[in-house]
């Protein structure tokens, strides 16, 4: 069961804007989209947008996902200190019979 | 609001067994697919079990498969993961996740001693 590709690391400045990209195939990121998470350490996972590229209640503006074919995108404007963080992307996967399949995820340092 | 609570975990030698649960209130458990999704120590994140509504598994990784096994009990909205034969490597925080990976527990820790 192959995994979404993710950079393992990206660095950027206060205040600046940061894309995160998560590459699949036809039959995860470009068939049913993307779930981006972020997760600080120690802490559960914390979804930050949905399938649809929709925010849950309580994300910030700041944090905005999209898709293009098979990869999707997580774009966070404005970087401050508390967004640095693992970002892990995920996708539903429809063969052979569905199953969850996670990126690596990608370390965001906040200079 | 919905609650989801992970309990079960600890300390077991290889070989050994573990039954993990998960306690959920807030949302129609009965109408939600749910997952396990564990974490290795300083590792990503890993699918290992999903299960659809009406209780028939679809998905197990294949790390897994044979050894772990999940279930629900839809009236006492409660997820389960049975895991046999543990190995040193099925060492991990294991999370309870809804549906869309929409809510997650705190999750609950598994380690497996050599």
């Known amino acids: 069961q192959a995994g979404l590709t993710q950079p393992p690391s990206v660095s950027k400045g206060l205040g600046q804007t940061a894309t995160l990209t998560c590459t699949g195939d036809g039959y995860n990121v470009g068939n049913q989209g993307a779930v981006w998470l972020q997760q600080h350490q120690g802490h559960p996972p914390k979804p930050l947008s949905y399938?649809?590229?929709n925010r849950p209640s309580g994300i910030s503006e700041r944090f905005s996902a999209s898709r293009s074919g098979n990869t999707a995108s997580l774009t966070i404007t404005g970087l401050q200190p508390e967004d640095e963080a693992d970002y892990y992307c995920s996708a539903w996967d429809i063969s052979p019979s569905g199953h969850w399949v996670f990126g690596g995820g990608t370390k965001l340092t906040v200079l | 609001e919905v609650q989801v609570v992970e309990s079960g975990g600890g300390l077991v030698q290889s070989g050994g067994s573990l039954r993990l649960s998960c306690a959920t209130s807030g949302f129609t458990f009965s109408s939600y697919w749910m997952s396990w999704v564990r974490q290795a120590p300083g590792k990503g994140l890993e699918s290992v079990a999903t299960i659809k509504p009406d209780g028939s598994a679809i998905f197990d990784a294949d790390s897994v498969r044979g050894r772990f096994t999940i279930s629900r009990d839809n009236a006492n909205n409660s997820l389960y993961l049975q895991m046999n034969s543990l190995r040193v490597e099925d060492t991990a925080i294991y999370y309870c996740v809804r549906g869309d990976l929409d809510y997650w527990g705190q999750g609950t820790r598994v380690s497996v001693s050599a």
């Open positions: 399938r649809n590229n």
